[in-house]
């Protein structure tokens, strides 16, 4: 199965009062949420298969290719 760059989340959420004044009981909140964290400029990596994923294609060609873009900002080696 391939990775889709998402992880669950929980967390318990305790007995509260509401708006209304009701009492709510407690319960668990279940969440998606993205399994990526950035790397570098332009650049950021999937925190459970590894992988590494662009912001442009013109990124991508920059990290793997070495090509030089002067109109991008901080892509300088």
């Given at each position: 199965m391939s990775c889709n760059h998402q992880r669950e989340t929980s967390q318990w959420v305790g007995e509260f009062e509401n708006d209304w004044g009701y009492v709510e009981p407690g319960h668990w909140h279940y969440e998606t949420v993205p399994a990526t964290v950035d790397i570098d400029l332009h650049r950021y990596k999937c925190t459970?298969?590894?992988?590494?994923m662009y912001y442009s294609g013109r990124a991508r060609e920059f990290y793997e290719e070495g090509k030089k873009f002067d109109w991008i900002e901080g892509l300088k080696k």
């Open positions: 459970k298969c590894g992988e590494v």
